[in-house]
């Protein structure tokens, strides 16, 4: 069964079926590929984009490739009653830059592998991705963590998501994951930087939030 609640401060919709992380995976899947890849024109035919002119809604070109950038935390002693310690024996914390999880984020792979070159299983520091904080709507998150270079192309995409959640890479220390990418549109010239955001509070659950940012050179 699922269950919605909204929280009137934030205007953010908060979801607690039990199959959240599913719920993103279906969205990457689907309106995430089918947003970011216009490769077919509209109608019943199933005529194909020149690749020179496929763009976001036809017009807005994307300018280097999409990013999906994930943060964990660290596994930690759980802070309840003595006799219920044989129910529950691991708990992740709220989010705060102390408690990143470094390590190698497989969870199905073998995690002493940290030579790994899959950028997805490793992390990064924030300095080597060139990034920085960002303020969320539950904490403040660092610019770090493991990412994932989505294609160019929609089936490559769809096949390396799958192999995501086939890895099972959304766990339960995940805390926030991040969307990542910039357009162009020629017609206005105007550069759009576009963060989607889903975070995964300790609570359960899932919220989401979005912010662009618009430039006229």
Known sequence: MNHTSTNPTHNTRYLYPLNFFPLHSQFT?????????????????????PPQDQGVLYENRLLGLPRLRQ?????????????????????YPPYDQTVDEKGVYSFKGDESNATSMKTWKNYFEQSA????????KLATYTGGGA?????TNKLDTLQSLNELKNE??????????????????ANVNLFCVVKLVWEFPATGGLTTSWSKLLNFP
């Open 71 to 91: 943060i964990r935390v660290q596994s930690a002693q759980c802070p309840i009653p003595h006799s219920f310690r044989r129910l529950v024996r691991i708990c």
């Open 129 to 136: 991705l060139n990034g920085s904080s960002y303020w969320g």
């Open 147 to 151: 990412y994932f270079l989505l294609s």
């Open 29 to 49: 899947e689907t309106i995430m590929v089918d947003g970011l890849y216009w490769d077919n024109w509209y109608g019943t035919g199933d005529q194909k984009v």
């Open 168 to 185: 099972l890479w959304i766990t339960r220390s995940t805390r926030v994951i991040f969307l990542d990418f910039t357009l162009y549109n």
